[in-house]
RNA sequence: GGUUCCGUGGCCGAGCGGCUAGGCAGUGGUCUGCAAAACCAUCUACAGCGGUUCGAAUCCGCUCGGAACCUCCA
């Protein structure tokens, strides 16, 4: 363990404060996120979501702890319509499109897998299924009707929610109070399964038409929603963990029935620390696919949009998510990307230059302390934007060391370089995407800028010149510096 | 309607009572064959109105504007 692992402190959306880090159980993490409902592709908003808790997973790691991560993929029992009412997701899909419900799945599960590769996103230690843990969620159901928070109702199960509030406060995550929801929930048609309206199912009788069920004790049926995740972080994690992430959005009605599940089934709060991350936004509203304000990985990373006039690099994008906290909203548009593929651009190049650096007898800039406040920024709730704006400051002394006009010690030089590696590349997460495999054109370019160096030291400008604006044309640029020429 | 949150300079975003983050853009320099980059300097702020305080972007109240949740959504 890293001696910084002491200092951390997380936000905790249940208390509403930040809390000094200590996991359950010394040196490990249980570690839970919410994952993506696989009926169609993940668009940037999901991915903010994810990116945002693979920058902690990251950050924990690095401290030293043994992190289980788990995050599931929903693959069935989301329902399209009104609470418990209408037709599964993933099901309305396949029908739609006349595929067997796992065809859908395997191909939205693909697409998000490929997308979270791209922005270089770490995948789970567990990636568990909804539809790979109905025996587990049938006993959760048991063990729930056993304690006497749920009921059945014509073979469908609910969970009694003013029950569970009698012992345990409902809408505490919230904020909420189980009088003001009775008072603001809307009638609904077909709720007369239902004793009262704030119960949510457990278990959903199905119909013969339906396309994805399963037996159990209470006949042939499929799963609710809000049970996978319950059952799915206590068979892997616990019946209390450490973290559990997801979007804000899912924080009602979502998290605080896995919270009375937990309780209700395993008598204690699954919990200790929740985490939510905010809003992606695109014209001041938040990106849903529902009201169609979204946009689509590929299509950002293709160009192919209505939205920006060109094609970003994942990792533009990645570092433009790093510049705001996650627990604010983030507004896209193509001005704050140009602006974050700028400076993104120019704290990899530092990095470059950083690497071949050549240190003085003792530096003029107290690098350690600079180090620490890396640290720092991340131990307070995972801050990355501070932490970005530190990198920065670390840029700015870079360039001035290599200008001549600031100086570094060998140790510190050795120090900055192994950290900015760490902060970058390990804990942002921004590899070099562009190093690709472009072994071909390096003897090329050799050449050419081997033949532009002799126009140059002949004083031929048109010729150096058509050559760089030749090249440039091409999406090459050529640069010239004291220590010669370079190209990217 | 209820609950919660937000409103920072041209743009994006930090900030959690005193020490005026950072990136991008702008302006003026240095450097350079030119360009780019880099470096130095510099200009635009805390929605409005009151209050608390020696001191407020930061705390309190009101007004205006926006968002999320209350129904599927990361």
Redesign the pocket.
Same mark, same amino acid.
């Given at each position: 363990m890293k001696a910084e692992a002491a200092q951390l402190s997380i936000y905790n959306s249940l208390t509403g404060t930040k809390e000094t880090f200590i996991p359950l159980n010394e040196g490990f993490v249980g570690f839970y996120v919410?994952? %993506?409902?696989v009926y169609s592709n993940v668009h940037l908003?999901?991915c903010?979501?994810f990116i945002s808790f693979d920058l902690v997973y990251r950050y924990l790691n690095h401290l030293g702890y043994k992190v289980r991560y788990v995050r599931n993929i929903t693959d069935v029992g989301?329902?399209?319509d *009104?609470?418990d009412q209408g037709e599964d997701?993933i099901a309305k899909k396949a029908r739609l499109e006349q595929l067997e419900p796992m065809e859908i799945v395997q191909q939205y599960t693909i697409d998000f897998h490929d997308v979270m590769n791209q922005f270089n996103a770490i995948a789970p230690d567990i990636e568990p299924t909804a539809t790979g843990h109905i025996i587990e969620q049938i006993e959760l159901i048991k063990a729930i009707l056993d304690n006497g928070f749920a009921y059945e109702s014509n073979g469908s199960i609910y969970f009694d929610v003013e029950k569970y509030n009698e012992s345990h406060p409902y809408g505490e995550l =919230?904020?909420?109070k189980i009088e /003001?929801?009775l008072t603001?929930?809307?009638e609904l048609d077909g709720q007369n399964e239902k004793r009262a309206p704030l119960d949510f199912a457990l278990w959903k009788n199905a119909s013969d038409e339906h396309l994805m069920k399963w037996p159990s004790p209470w006949g042939i049926g499929f799963p609710g929603?809000h049970l996978e995740c319950s059952a799915m972080s206590t068979k892997y994690l616990g019946k209390q963990f450490d973290i559990h992430g997801?979007? $804000? /959005?899912?924080? +009602? %009605?979502?998290h605080e029935c896995e919270i009375a599940q937990g309780t209700a089934g395993c008598g204690i709060a699954p919990v200790r620390h929740w985490m939510h991350?905010n $809003?992606? !936004?695109l014209n001041?509203?938040? $990106? =849903?696919? =529902?009201t169609g304000n979204s946009l689509l990985p590929a299509e950002l990373f293709s160009g192919e949009n209505d939205l920006l006039e060109k094609a970003y690099d994942p990792m533009v994008v990645r570092f433009f998510m790093m510049?705001?906290?996650y627990r604010? !909203?983030? *507004?896209f !548009?193509s001005?704050?990307l140009?602006?974050?593929e700028?400076?993104y651009a120019?704290l990899i190049?530092a990095m470059d230059s950083l690497m071949s650096l050549t240190s003085s007898d003792s530096s003029s800039a107290d690098v350690e302390g600079l180090v620490a406040k890396f640290y720092e920024a991340m131990n307070d709730d995972f801050?990355a %934007?501070?932490l970005?704006?530190h990198l +920065? /400051?670390a840029?700015?002394f870079i360039? #001035?060391t290599? *200008?001549g006009?600031a100086t570094i010690s060998a140790a510190d030089l050795s120090l900055l370089q192994t950290e900015m590696k760490v902060f970058v590349r390990d804990i942002l997460g921004l590899a070099k995407s562009s190093e690709s495999g472009e072994s071909r054109l390096d003897p090329v370019m050799d050449l050419i800028l081997d033949l532009r160096q002799e126009a140059?030291a002949n004083k031929d400008?048109s010729t =150096? /010149?058509k050559i760089?604006d030749g090249l440039a044309g091409a999406g090459i640029?050529?640069? *010239? #510096?004291k220590e010669g020429t370079s190209w990217n």
């Open positions: 919410c994952g %993506p409902t908003g999901n903010r979501t989301h329902l399209v *009104d609470a997701k =919230s904020g909420r /003001d929801l603001n929930t809307r929603w997801g979007g $804000m /959005d899912l924080k +009602f %009605p979502h991350t $809003m992606l !936004t001041g509203k938040k $990106m =849903s696919k =529902s510049q705001a906290h604010s !909203t983030l *507004d !548009t001005e704050a140009n602006a974050s700028k400076g120019k190049e801050n %934007p501070i970005v704006s +920065f /400051d840029v700015k360039n #001035s290599k *200008d006009k140059r400008w =150096s /010149d760089r640029v050529v640069k *010239d #510096s």
